[in-house]
């Protein structure tokens, strides 16, 4: 409902990459505007393809019918429902077929009730075709002439937007005040049209007074600020959950309105548009006269009580009612790669989308059963629905129990995941000591715990090493109460990312106990404070590109930072992979080897050996046989590269490395060798008619070397097994991934590991975390694959 020309406009402009909210959520999102006070929503996904690909295209009839209800509903709520249209990626601005077209279009959806328009063009290339640039002056030119004609078309109605190519100050040439672009917006752009801007930069840290005063002076009309700040469409592995901030009420003299562009998934956005309510009402109540400001801290304490009500409602994902209502997913979305360098008015698109239309993203209601998929949303629904609905006790399974999170357990959350610019204390805690104990790990190195340490300085350590694994421990309860939350929309959209920082935290929190005592000193022979310390002085993303920088420069954000603090962090395969199909709450840790755990390791291997084997070397009674096959002489000889992955009911894998392959074969050839050809000789008495046994006996007799084009590169070894009940595949990843930092942490180049050309399973696993064939046939005839990776 529109009071005026002149009202300040403030809401929500639904304008990211990736999947369209669906007609579900948009009802909702309508609910809360209204309860909130906010007045405007925009229609713009990137997505829709009826929106930006496939502008010329009219609506359907189905697809009429729901926008005119989004249209209805909206008007319902009091709100001002903006429809935008994107045409600039291939319009011919000179065409009269292209304007007849637009026109159409928008003519078709005003004749539906819509009375508010937007015009983007937005991420799109300065370059004109030949006719557009004997027609126009310029390209601004081009842009305010189509924009003019259709507000004239359209009756000039209160709300008309244009959205400029150069949208933000770091996007204009050479600058805001010398840009043609803008001079030109500003002087021939009909004054009744207002321009969209975003501040200082496409994700603007903040905005003020004097930053728009600028732009207003040039484009001689007050902006509509399209508010990037919660946008997370750039990065897949980032949401934000903080509050609306670093805008200070007082804008609203400076501003023909405010929009907030937030995050791809629904359920993330309650605290962000509840606290843009709040600094909304609160502004206009001090342009009354009221003397009280906006307060952060006070809008978020409000909008976390009232996020507490909304989690504990049992609600399915994409506010679904009866799962059993859920229909196949099929969704009306254009595709769009994680990788791509498109900027937008709210930054780069954020996940594959598989579409089955061709069509406009108004009906992308369906949504898959719980629990939550992978961001791609792959086939297998059913399978996923089933999976949920009978809870298990074993590995497989999940923990019954649907409860709301809990109060502190909200506030981590939304700690862990708060702005772009902007680490909640939580987040800052974690980093902070982990940097602390990176930098000062020499204290517990190899030899009575650094030379140069004083026990004060060895203590401090432990004792920030106890808070960091504590906080780690804290994110992993978390992570399980949101894959046991009785609300299951909050689990389907912020699912990916609990799953993502648990995962690296796993490695982190396996890497500081790795630390004390088995990080090389500076006077060992493998390993040097210049070769195998370098990562300690790496500098964080916000370091090295400074505060100005776009969120996006630097990926992951808390995952990502706790990952570039570790020795492997620049090797982005090892950490970022899609989650898993079936979310499990079980707790997994990641620990160094101990002595006491040698029973449960040989028993493990022992059992997925016969599992892969069969009865083929069952008459070797022996039951080390196969621990001391494959365990070992690593475990013997080099225990501290051993790692142990246990959950709630024990031991269910191993990774065990060698650092310097070729003095491990020396010390195995003069002592580990020679004890086991003691305990298990060549013939045994009673075992001559068992052909298998006697080749299985021999492998402790045969010479074990490797060439030296292979362990020149390749110095260091590893092997990795784990129970394949482990429904969730990442723990494996992470078990490895915590090896690798540990064996690069002292000084190893690269790795390799073993493996049967028939495991296709293990050659798929190693291959994604970037393994490569090295060696094949006769240069390793016992196992037949070399795979490995530099370091």
């Given amino acids: 409902m529109m009071e005026g020309r002149h009202e300040f406009l403030c809401g929500v402009v639904e304008g990211f990459y990736g999947r ?175 321009v969209i801007w975003t501040g200082n930069k496409v994700i603007s840290r903040e905005l003020s007074p004097e930053s728009l005063a600028e732009v207003q002076s040039v484009l001689r009309r007050p902006p509509l600020i399209w508010d990037n700040l919660h946008a997370n469409d750039y990065d897949s592995r980032r949401v934000f959950l903080g509050p609306f901030k670093g805008r200070p009420p007082g804008l609203r003299a400076h501003l023909r309105g405010l929009l907030l562009n937030p995050n791809c998934e629904f359920e993330a956005n309650f605290i962000p548009l509840h606290t843009l309510g709040s600094w909304y009402k609160e502004g206009k109540e001090e342009v009354k006269g009221d003397e009280e400001a906006y307060s952060v801290d006070r809008a978020l304490s409000c909008a976390l009580q009232d996020w507490m009500k909304e989690l504990s409602l049992p609600l399915q994902p994409g506010r679904q009612v009866r799962p059993t209502d859920l229909k196949p997913l099929t969704l009306s979305a254009k595709s769009k790669s994680s990788d791509s360098s498109d900027n937008q008015s709210g930054a780069q698109p954020k996940c594959p989308i598989t579409s089955s239309r061709s069509t406009g993203a108004l009906a992308s209601d369906e949504i898959p059963a719980d629990p939550v998929m992978s961001k791609d949303l792959k086939a297998g629904q059913n399978q996923v629905s089933r999976s949920f609905s009978h809870e298990k006790t074993s590995r497989r399974g999940l923990c019954s129990g649907r409860v709301p999170l809990s109060d502190a357990q909200v506030r981590l959350l939304v700690g862990l995941y708060y702005l772009p610019h902007e680490h909640g ?95 090389l000193s500076e006077g060992s022979p493998l390993g040097s404070w210049k070769n195998c310390f370098h990562w300690c002085g790496a500098s964080s993303g916000a370091e090295l590109h400074g505060v100005e920088a776009e969120p996006w420069v630097f990926k992951g954000g808390l995952s990502g930072e706790v990952q570039m603090l570790l020795p492997v962090g620049t090797s982005s395969e090892l950490f970022s992979h899609p989650p898993p199909l079936f979310p499990t709450s079980r707790l997994y840790n990641i620990r160094p080897f101990q002595q006491k755990d040698k029973v449960e390791l040989y028993r493990m291997v022992r059992q997925l050996h016969q599992r892969g084997k069969g009865s083929q070397e069952a008459a070797i009674s022996h039951p080390d046989f196969i621990g001391d096959r494959c365990l070992g002489a690593s475990l013997a000889l080099c225990p501290e590269y051993s790692l142990v992955l246990e959950d709630e009911l024990g031991v269910c894998g191993c990774a065990v490395g060698i650092l310097d392959v070729r003095t491990f074969a020396k010390r195995c050839q003069a002592t580990w060798l020679p004890a086991m050809r003691d305990k298990y000789p060549s013939r045994p008495h009673g075992a001559s008619g068992h052909a298998a046994t006697k080749e299985a006996l021999l492998y402790f007799h045969e ?82 694959v070399v795979l490995g990776r530099l370091l």
């Avoid at 935008?84 to 007849?100: E, H, R």
């Avoid at 909050?490 to 088995?518: H, M, Q, S």
């Fill in 425 to 519: 204390p939580p987040a800052q805690n974690l980093l902070q000591d982990l940097t602390w104990l990176k930098a000062n790990c020499h204290c517990v190195s190899v030899n009575g715990n650094g030379k140069k340490a004083s026990p004060q300085k060895v203590e401090e350590w432990r004792d920030r090493a106890g808070r960091f694994l504590a906080a780690c421990d804290d994110v992993a309860l978390l992570h399980g109460a949101v894959v046991n939350s009785i609300n299951r929309a909050v689990l389907y959209d912020l699912y990916p990312y609990i799953w993502d920082l648990r995962n690296t935290l796993l490695v982190a929190k396996a890497f500081i106990c790795w630390l004390e005592g088995r990080i």
């Fill in 703 to 784: 010479e074990q070397d490797y060439p030296d084009s292979l362990l020149y590169h390749f110095p260091s070894q590893l092997r990795l097994e784990a129970l394949p009940e482990l429904v969730d595949c990442s723990v494996s990843r992470s078990l490895l991934t915590a090896l690798l930092t540990a064996l690069k942490a002292n000084g190893s180049q690269g790795v390799f590991c073993e493996v049967q050309p028939t495991d296709g399973l293990r050659m798929e696993f190693l291959t994604k975390l970037g393994f490569l064939e090295i060696l094949r046939g006769e240069a390793r005839p016992r196992e037949g």
């Fill in 20 to 194: 369209p909210w669906s007609m579900e959520q948009r009802k909702v999102l309508f609910q809360w505007m209204q309860m909130w006070s906010l007045n405007t929503y925009l229609y713009g996904p990137k997505d829709d393809l009826k929106h930006r690909l496939l502008w010329r295209e009219v609506y359907s009839a189905e697809e009429e019918a729901q926008l005119k209800a989004l249209v209805c509903e909206a008007e319902s709520r009091g709100l001002t429902f903006v429809y935008a249209l994107s045409p600039g990626q291939d319009i011919v601005f000179s065409s009269s077929c292209d304007l007849t077209l637009l026109k159409r279009k928008l003519r078709q959806v005003s004749d539906l009730g819509c009375q508010a328009f937007a015009l983007l063009f937005d991420d799109i290339d300065h370059s004109m075709c030949q006719s557009d640039t004997e027609a126009f002056s310029s390209f601004a030119h081009a842009q305010v002439t189509v924009a003019n004609e259709i507000f004239r078309f359209l009756g000039e109605p209160p709300v008309f937007l244009f959205c400029p190519t150069e949208y933000c100050s770091s996007l204009c040439t050479p600058s805001v005040s010398k840009s043609p672009y803008l001079l030109t917006i500003g002087e021939d752009l009909l004054p009744g049209i207002s």
